[in-house]
């Protein structure tokens, strides 16, 4: 069974921190570059930030750049988002992606994040 699942998410104030998880399993995971998404309501599903297979490439968008850092940890099959400083426009569920070449993307099923005072 391949399976990706987030968690970590909930409400936080504005300027605090959360940590996702991205838990995979069933495929070869080190083999895949890992993205995290996030979709905000009513709004499209837009990318945040996006590591390569092996670690040794990062990118984040703009928005989130400096705030946010992604890892992953292929011995455990894990990927992470650490979140710091978060906004209310960081607002929305966040999704985790496995991708490689010729074989379809995988997506997770979502973890709420809620920035509000």
């Known amino acids: 069974q391949v399976t990706l699942v987030e968690s970590g998410g909930g409400l936080v104030q504005p300027g605090g921190s959360l940590r996702l998880s991205c838990a995979a399993s069933?495929?070869?995971?080190?083999?895949?570059?890992i993205s995290w998404y996030r979709q905000p309501p009513g709004k499209e599903r837009r990318l945040v930030a996006f590591?390569?297979?092996?670690?040794?490439?990062?990118r984040y968008a703009d928005a989130v750049k400096g705030r946010f850092t992604i890892s992953r940890d292929d011995a455990n099959y894990m990927a992470y988002l650490q979140m710091e400083s978060l906004k209310p426009e960081d607002s929305g569920v966040y999704y985790c992606?496995?991708?490689?070449?010729?074989?379809?993307?995988?997506w997770g099923q979502g973890t709420q994040v809620t920035v509000s005072s």
């Open positions: 992606k496995a991708t490689s070449e010729d074989v379809p993307e995988r």
């Open positions: 069933g495929f070869p995971f080190s083999y895949y570059s």
């Open positions: 590591i390569s297979s092996g670690g040794g490439a990062t």
